[in-house]
């Protein structure tokens, strides 16, 4: 009976974590290293918008999991989405730039032909574009001017993620 209040009442701050601060938890699952394992998106921290991200339309993307210092103490900026629909006239990130390296991560869903990206993206790195249509990982270094990026055209679902080695994003 208390192993059973005392889960609820974890489960009750976890639930009050979300709503009081606007950040999803990591999944806590009553263990030891529960905590490390975040199964839910997470907008930047309130009231700290990233400036060089415009709001995707609703259609285009699904956030699936985000994790920093906030949400996980000692963790760095990682965040993946999927992408299912192209707006080629639309810039989605802005020019910007960091104080930290950057890794970008896009993959398509293909079981065919998994290094096919399945659609077109275009990533500006350092004032040079470059057009993707393979599966790939992208390294910006710290302190090099990246984006706009832009999703030219989708032929079907393709997962994208961003990480750096910093305890949140800051763009």
């Known amino acids: 009976m208390r192993k059973t209040a ?8 976890v ?3 979300v709503w009081l601060t606007g950040r999803a938890a990591p ?3 009553g ?3 529960g905590k490390y394992i975040v199964t839910e998106p997470a907008p930047p921290t309130p009231g700290e918008p990233a400036g060089n991200v415009d709001a995707p339309p609703a259609d285009m993307l699904t956030p699936m999991t985000y994790l920093d210092g906030i949400v996980v103490p000692g963790a760095y900026y990682t965040e993946c989405s999927w992408l299912w629909k192209a ?3 639309r810039v989605w990130v802005k020019e910007h730039v960091h104080d930290f390296d950057e890794i970008f991560g896009f993959y398509g869903t293909d079981p065919e032909n998994p290094k096919d990206l399945c659609g077109e993206i275009e990533l500006w790195i350092g004032g040079e ?3 993707l249509t393979k599966s790939c990982l992208v390294f910006v270094p710290r302190g ?3 984006c706009p990026l832009t999703i030219k055209r989708l032929d079907r679902p393709v997962f994208m ?4 080695p910093s305890p949140k994003y800051k763009g």
């Open 87 to 89: 707006y080629p006239d």
């Open 161 to 164: 993620f961003t990480s750096g």
């Open 129 to 131: 574009r470059h057009t």
């Open 15 to 17: 639930v009050a974590a």
């Open 144 to 146: 090099v001017k990246h």
């Open 6 to 13: 005392i889960v609820a009442l974890a489960g009750l701050a």
């Open 31 to 33: 263990t030891k290293f």
């Open 27 to 29: 999944q806590t699952l």
